[in-house]
């Protein structure tokens, strides 16, 4: 057979495993999709095909020698944020250009511990800054169901790549919604987990308040097998949670009864586009057709939202980016006489000018005399938006809503006006402000055959009931398993 590069991670361990197809194989089908699809797609930053091909026959032969892992021999795609020992990592920032990461994240290990093959790096928004991925500094990446579209960011090189099948599996990382936007409008399936499942030991730092790291998946169960081998308390990481990871394995939910899902009237306001708003509601229907019990839930603060993100994230992100100095780490200009000249010189020319948006506004809002009226009044709003979920929760399992107010709009049509591209995050950064978890599980279609994402919301902890809930879902989502009508 051909095109393993189509199949899932699952599929393919089972195939590996009964012989029917090597590692090898595998890794050389995928290459060959890249090699044909990525140049307009451009959704890798780099591919080394002879390291991977070398990592594909070491698992072969691991398995042949009767070493087992649960992703053997299964390329896996990274965005370029997460330090894959050996292999670069720029942020697409022209700052890091040429640093080489010099261990492995630990999200990368255990993955690698359980025979993951690493071939690319994917491409992203700057340090994760933006929705769209306009803002790589090499240049922007194309949905791959309609190439003059975005596809979504920041991890927006990690969704089109799984979208087309230049990747099994990819890995994404979810600071205001990064992991599940992108899906949305790549079509694929993306979770962002509890703050502190996986831990962040080795992800560069965006917001340290609010980075996830997460799977990025053709089906609900690989997202649920990444995230499983991903997670659980790391010592590297103060901020990784100590509870137990329930095994993934079980997510074979016949139906919905005895769920109840709670829809917030506050996410189906006007304004979102008239397609996605049918397919979520549509979505919502086929829930409630599956025994689930939908009941009505109010996140009052959901308004303040995007205000509170954009300071408490530009201010962790001011602080975090400041390591970056043209001493310690990737290019440093040249021609400076002194220190400071040094500093500035190489931060003019390593960021590009979102990230410098970030940085200004960071440092405005902690600066003294406004830190108590932006910093501390938006950590107020903070929690009241927590206790707002909170209080959701006492009335649902988790909760449905879309995730964006529109699918994959044409390159260019934002970037002009940050405000515009920011206010297309309302559905998202709610959830990381939260700390709790989401999934995007494709629901359907707009008239243009753009996908759309359904966000499936949990408490924090309760990623089982967001993949069980997906997963049943995607049973009867029109969307599932489809793919663009690429080439
Ligand atoms: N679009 C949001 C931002 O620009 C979220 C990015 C992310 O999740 N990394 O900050």
Redesign the pocket.
């Known amino acids: 057979m051909d095109g393993w590069n189509r199949l899932t991670a699952h599929e393919l361990v089972d195939r590996m495993n009964r012989r029917e197809c090597s590692s090898e194989e595998v890794v050389r089908s995928v290459l060959d999709a890249i090699q044909s699809k990525d140049g307009p797609i451009h959704g890798y930053l780099s591919v080394d095909p002879e390291d991977a091909l070398a990592q594909a026959r070491a698992a072969d032969t691991a398995r042949r020698n009767g070493v087992s892992g649960r992703l053997m021999g299964v390329p896996v795609a990274v965005k370029d944020v997460l330090n894959v020992r050996g292999q670069s990592c720029t942020c697409a920032s022209r700052i890091l250009k040429g640093y080489t990461a010099p261990y492995d994240a630990t999200a990368i290990a255990r993955l690698r511990a359980e025979g993951a093959i690493f071939l690319g790096r994917t491409n992203m928004d700057e340090f994760?800054?933006?929705?769209t991925t306009e803002n790589s500094a090499y240049g922007v990446t194309r949905n791959p169901w309609d190439l003059g579209r975005v596809p979504g960011?920041?991890s927006g090189g990690s969704a089109a790549v799984v979208a087309a099948d230049e990747a099994i599996v990819a890995i994404g990382?979810?600071?205001?919604?990064?992991i599940r936007q992108p899906a949305s409008f790549c079509g694929c399936v993306g979770l962002k987990p509890t703050y502190g499942r996986v831990s962040r030991y080795g992800l560069t730092a965006?917001a340290s308040s609010l980075d996830q790291i997460g799977p990025m998946a053709k089906d609900v169960r690989d997202a649920a097998l990444l995230f499983e081998i991903m997670s659980g308390h790391d010592p590297m990481d103060s901020s990784s949670l100590p509870e137990a990871v329930p095994a993934a394995g079980d997510l074979l939910v016949p139906d919905l009864k005895g769920i109840r899902l709670g829809l917030p009237a506050e996410y189906f306001v006007s304004g979102m586009d008239a397609d996605v708003e049918r397919c979520v509601r549509h979505a919502v229907q086929q829930c409630k057709d599956l025994g689930a019990e939908i009941v009505e839930v109010s996140l009052p603060h959901t308004r303040a939202a995007i205000a509170t993100y954009y300071i408490i994230?530009t201010a962790e992100a001011s602080a975090n980016l400041a390591r970056f100095d043209g001493v310690r780490y990737g290019t440093r200009a040249t021609g400076a006489n002194e220190p400071i000249e040094l500093y500035k010189r190489t931060r003019a020319e390593g960021f590009g000018p979102e990230v410098k948006r970030r940085i200004i506004l960071g440092t405005y809002v902690l600066s003294s005399g406004y830190y108590d009226a932006y910093y501390v009044t938006a950590q107020k709003v903070r929690s009241l938006i927590r206790e707002d979920f909170g209080k959701a929760f006492s009335q649902c399992d988790a909760i449905l809503a879309p995730v964006s107010p529109t699918a994959a709009y044409q390159i260019g049509e934002k970037s002009e006006d940050p405000l515009q591209m920011y206010l297309g995050?309302i559905f998202t950064v709610p959830v990381n402000l939260a700390g709790i978890c989401g999934l995007s599980v494709p629901c359907g279609f707009t008239g243009a055959g753009l996908p759309v994402g359904l966000q499936v919301i949990g408490p924090a902890l309760g990623e089982m009931i967001v993949l069980k809930a997906g997963a049943a879902f995607e049973k009867v989502s029109c969307a599932a398993g489809r793919r663009p009508g690429l080439m």
């Open positions: 994760a800054m933006g929705s960011g920041s990382t979810d600071t205001g919604g990064s965006y994230a995050d």
